[in-house]
């Protein structure tokens, strides 16, 4: 419409058009996922607590350890592994088992939020496209959550390391069975490649899904996480008497560990085999990649037209 | 040049037609006073020209198509809605922060100049502050923005008469100049009426009334008619009556005011009587333009 008065060219009104200043989308991206974190703080809180508690029982077992280690001597080299790592083990798996916790509700609520308290409408009031904002609340459990984990991780195990060694010292014993028997150096590559596989990767799909429904439901965004899935597996069984789908769906939630790592073992574990090779040019990865992709796409597309509810 | 050109415009929800061919042309430098009852389509057609709700028929909004351009247009246009829209759980200087951020036209150090001048701290959340406050925020915000055009949906709806007359001060002292553009969608008509350029009635999604305010002062007038002169006054086609101490006061369109005069006082009649005019003029169904 009024494409005369639109090409009169040198008005100044067409001069600040086409010489907006800019801001580099990498610094909108920054600022994007720099505003989640403002908002959604149980995203460090949460692992950060854990971690907290985590030292704080260790603390108090410290107690057993000189008796602990002394049994331990005795041991053979993969007995002596088991008993001495466990812990750390455990506090590996108990924060990603919290920031796991945290990702799905923060999912859950990432663009549904934002339309219940109407600050969509400030949000969408600012020159940020929905597909930066899409990106960056989809970088937190992708991305953000994945290495956060990574370095509470590794700090906890660190101050768990330093106790048990200040501990030992004090008792007259060597450090040197614990240090070489959790073997901290090759957990770590481990633990950063278990947390980029399988809970950046693997999941993907999950997570885009979940955000997919917040950025549709109107409410029970929980509920209409759940119930789509429920009713393709109900289907399946009535219809065909299969369970492929549940069968598919438990091996995505178990964190398709025959692509990852030998089953059965934990991801720290050092005597697992590490398989990236396998995993990347595995089926299940590719399709659940592009999945995640649909995902959101559609979920930039269904923000564009959604306002408050 | 245009500031926002709509032809055509046309928006229905379900059954519900929201915006029925809505032609508007506003020209920059303006102040437009955007007036209708709830529910006539202010709010629709603000979203439209925001890029909020997608639409039929032909819209421009700074040479820019709203619908599939917002992020760019967002670089020239600022809202405020019409409620308080700022997150309950940000920051002050978490705001502060985020806007100059990502906004290429955003003065930080203007924002806090406004913000020196209130009460409100940069270490509060938004949740603590009252609702006058919040306002007085977001505008602290948008007016350190260097836009062309600004958007206000009942800006000030459920604000003291304090805070309301405040805002509309700042907006015309601290902000407005010839070359911005601003477009306040409202049904409280009397607090903005003498900060207005331009006014437009909106009805059941139709444009009603479209006046610069220079074209309305000497078009419209009204006069306090006794009862003896009723008749007489009745003659001249009045389009608009309505009872008062001592008289009717009756208004008209394009008649002398010499011949008014001698029926009674005249005067220009408010912005408010004038759209209870020509709302009580529209027909039952929602055909009419003036």
């Known amino acids: 419409m009024n494409t005369q008065s639109n090409t009169v060219p040198g008005t100044p009104l067409e001069a600040q058009v086409t010489a907006p200043a800019v801001i580099p989308a990498t610094r909108r991206m920054y600022w994007s996922v720099q505003r989640e974190l403002w908002e959604s703080r149980s995203i460090y809180i949460a692992p950060l607590a854990v971690a907290g508690l985590i030292l704080f029982g260790f603390l108090i077992s410290t107690i057993r350890l000189p008796g602990k280690m002394r049994a331990a001597l005795a041991l053979d080299p993969m007995a002596q592994h088991k008993l001495l790592a466990q812990p750390y083990d455990f506090a590996a798996l108990a924060i990603m088992g919290a920031t796991f916790v945290v990702a799905v509700f923060y999912c859950l609520d990432a663009l549904h939020g934002e339309r219940r308290d109407r600050s969509i409408l400030f949000w969408k009031s600012l020159p940020v496209s929905d597909l930066t904002t899409v990106l960056s609340k989809a970088s937190i459990p992708l991305v953000v959550l994945p290495l956060l984990t990574f370095a509470i991780t590794v700090v906890t195990q660190w101050i768990m390391l330093l106790l048990s060694a200040a501990v030992l010292l004090g008792s007259g014993l060597s450090v040197a069975t614990l240090w070489t028997q959790l073997s901290l150096s090759e957990m770590w590559p481990m633990l950063l490649y278990h947390l980029l596989a399988v809970h950046s990767l693997w999941y993907a799909p999950i997570f885009c899904w979940l955000l997919l429904v917040s950025a549709w439901a109107r409410r029970a965004a929980f509920l209409w996480a759940g119930l789509p899935v429920l009713a393709i597996a109900l289907v399946e069984k009535i219809a065909f008497n299969t369970t492929h789908f549940a069968a598919m769906l438990g091996n995505r939630m178990g964190g398709g560990a025959e692509a990852v790592t030998v089953p059965g073992s934990s991801p720290m574990d050092p005597m697992t085999h590490l398989t990236p090779g396998h995993f990347l040019s595995s089926a299940g990865l590719w399709i659940g990649l592009v999945l995640a992709a649909v995902f959101l796409a559609a979920a930039v597309r269904l923000r564009r037209y959604q306002g408050p509810i | ?290």
């Open chain 2, 1 to 290: 040049m245009a500031c926002i050109e709509a032809r055509g415009l046309r928006k229905a929800f379900g059954a519900t037609v929201a915006l029925d061919g809505v032609n508007l042309r506003v020209e920059e430098g303006r102040i437009l006073g955007l007036i209708g009852p709830n529910g006539a389509g202010k709010t629709t057609a603000l979203n439209a020209i925001l890029g909020l709700t997608p639409y039929q028929g032909e819209l421009k909004v700074l040479e820019r198509d709203p619908w599939s351009e917002r992020d760019q247009l967002m670089r020239d246009v600022c809202f405020i809605a019409d409620v308080a829209v700022l997150p309950r759980w940000a920051r002050v200087s978490q705001l502060l922060d985020y806007v100059a951020g990502v906004h290429p036209r955003f003065d930080r150090a203007r924002a806090e100049g406004f913000l020196a001048k209130t009460t409100i701290r940069r270490t509060s959340r938004v949740r603590e502050l009252s609702k006058g406050m919040v306002t007085q925020l977001h505008l602290a915000l948008v007016m350190a923005i260097d836009a062309r055009l600004l958007l206000l949906d009942e800006p000030t709806l459920g604000l003291d008469i304090l805070y309301r007359k405040q805002f509309y001060d700042s907006l015309l002292n601290d902000y407005f100049d010839r070359n911005r553009t601003i477009v306040v969608a409202t049904h409280q008509v009397e607090e903005i009426e003498h900060v207005l350029t331009d006014v437009m009635f909106i009805d059941r999604g139709r444009i009603v009334f479209d006046r610069s305010m220079e074209e309305v002062e000497p078009r419209y007038l009204e006069v306090m008619v006794r009862p003896e002169q009723a008749a007489a006054a009745r003659a001249l086609k009045p389009m608009h009556e309505r009872q008062a101490i001592g008289g009717s006061v009756l208004l008209f369109d394009g008649v002398d005011r010499q011949r008014l005069a001698a029926l009674g006082d005249v005067r220009t009649p408010s912005i408010a009587d004038l759209f209870v005019a020509v709302m009580g003029n529209q027909p039952g169904q929602a055909q009419g333009a003036l």
